[in-house]
């Protein structure tokens, strides 16, 4: 919800003999109720602020008196309290006769007998006052002025004087008038759908630090390398996932293993090291920093030869809250170890108290190893991620 500002101005008000106060303001404020400060009818707080124009004067009493003009007219009419105004629940709670946040005089409290709506006495145990200061104090629980039907808006005026006397009455010192309006608020909506997003390519990138499904490459992945049985061939591609689903997200693989015609090598149905010589194809999730092959030996975790395959998540490190995809835990999320099988989940945001997840880049690593009777020929497959959030 938008409110519009108060309009705040300073009109003089003028009284023979009385100093004028200056500077001088009203500002409305929210209420406890959340109404906003201008919302017209809204239950809302009145800060008053205004300098004390004569040193060492008597103070024991101030009239806030509410008007619909800022001065008197000269047909007679004095002053018309603005429709709709409510000042007879001001105070901290309602119907209560004590100020909120008093400051350069203190000790006023609202006076029951001598107020009546629109005409506000503040009263104290009377006394001098010097220097000339600030006062300051704030009267809560006022209910604004209803909206004028022609303007759909309402400008009033508070007239400000000072007394001696403790219950309103008599010669004045220092007056002033400050203005305010309601207005009508302005409200806005809007819906947020269910939602996910999800996409899959060679590479995504982002924008303003957000994985950006806009940016993402496709065409073929291809491996590294030649196939050979005394060398391991990798391959990367990544996707990108967020949602608001109560239960989060979850990501399958589906398809087949590598194939030349009829000829296959061999899925890696178990989460197994890869090894050269033997017929394997996987993948993983996570950034592999040490595979080295050597003959028919199992790769070592890290090494002279060893390569780099995979990322991870590149953007966003899961934390569980507002990030909260990852591998699955177990399987694809294992350094140096491969596996596919179709229909495998290979990522979710399930496991981090499963929730609404921001996007994140996952990395998919490919290894492919063959022996060293692989029939020659050109092996490819087509794989396919479903992402199926749970709302």
């Given at each position: 919800m938008v409110t519009i500002a108060l309009i705040s101005q300073f009109i003089p008000f003028g009284i023979v003999n009385a100093a004028s106060l200056a500077p001088r303001s009203l500002t409305l404020s929210a209420g406890v109720g959340g109404d906003a400060g201008a919302k017209v009818s809204g239950t809302v707080n009145h800060n008053f602020s205004f300098k004390l124009a004569t040193d060492n004067i008597t103070v024991g009493s101030i009239r806030l008196k509410y008007c619909t003009t800022a001065a008197a007219v000269p047909a007679g009419l004095d002053c018309t309290t603005p429709p709709g105004l409510n000042t007879m629940n001001a105070g901290p709670t309602p119907a209560a006769t004590a100020l909120a946040n008093q400051a350069g005089v203190t000790g006023f409290t609202i006076d029951a007998v001598n107020s009546i709506n629109g005409d506000v006495v503040l009263t104290r145990t009377a006394s001098s006052v010097s220097g000339i200061p600030t006062i300051s104090f704030t009267m809560e629980n006022v209910t604004n002025p209803s909206t004028n039907p022609i303007t759909n808006s309402g400008t009033f005026f508070v007239r400000v004087s000072v007394y001696a006397a403790e219950d309103g009455t008599g010669a004045t010192s220092d007056t002033g008038t400050v203005a305010a309006t309601t207005v009508t608020q302005i409200e806005l909506s809007g819906i947020m759908p269910e939602s996910l997003v999800f996409c899959v390519g060679k590479t995504i990138a982002t924008t303003n630090d957000v994985p950006d499904c806009r940016t993402v490459t496709t065409g073929i992945v291809t491996f590294n390398q030649l196939f050979s049985p005394s060398d391991t061939a990798f391959a990367t591609s990544?996707?990108?996932?967020?949602?608001?689903?109560?239960?989060?997200?979850?990501?399958?693989?589906?398809?087949?293993?590598?194939?030349?015609?009829?000829?296959?090598?061999?899925?890696?149905?178990?989460?197994?090291?890869?090894?050269?010589?033997?017929?394997?194809?996987?993948?993983?999730?996570?950034?592999?920093?040490?595979?080295?092959?050597?003959?028919?030996?199992?790769?070592?975790?890290?090494?002279?030869?060893?390569?780099?395959?995979?990322?991870?998540?590149?953007?966003?490190?899961?934390?569980?809250?507002?990030?909260?995809?990852?591998?699955?835990?177990?399987?694809?999320?294992?350094?140096?170890?491969?596996?596919?099988?179709?229909?495998?989940?290979?990522?979710?945001?399930?496991?981090?108290?499963?929730?609404?997840?921001?996007?994140?880049?996952f990395t998919v690593s490919y290894i492919a190893n063959v022996t060293g009777s692989q029939p020659a020929g050109l092996y490819s497959t087509v794989l396919t991620y479903i992402c199926t959030p749970t709302f």
């Open positions: 990544q996707m990108a996932a967020s949602t608001n689903a109560a239960s989060g997200y979850v990501i399958t693989v589906n398809g087949s293993t590598l194939m030349s015609g009829a000829n296959p090598i061999a899925a890696m149905n178990t989460l197994e090291i890869p090894i050269h010589g033997i017929a394997q194809f996987g993948l993983n999730l996570v950034k592999n920093t040490g595979i080295n092959p050597i003959g028919s030996v199992i790769y070592a975790s890290a090494g002279t030869f060893g390569l780099n395959v995979g990322e991870g998540i590149t953007n966003g490190t899961t934390n569980g809250t507002t990030r909260k995809g990852e591998a699955t835990v177990g399987v694809y999320d294992q350094t140096e170890k491969f596996k596919f099988t179709t229909a495998d989940p290979v990522a979710s945001s399930t496991n981090n108290g499963a929730g609404p997840s921001d996007s994140q880049i």
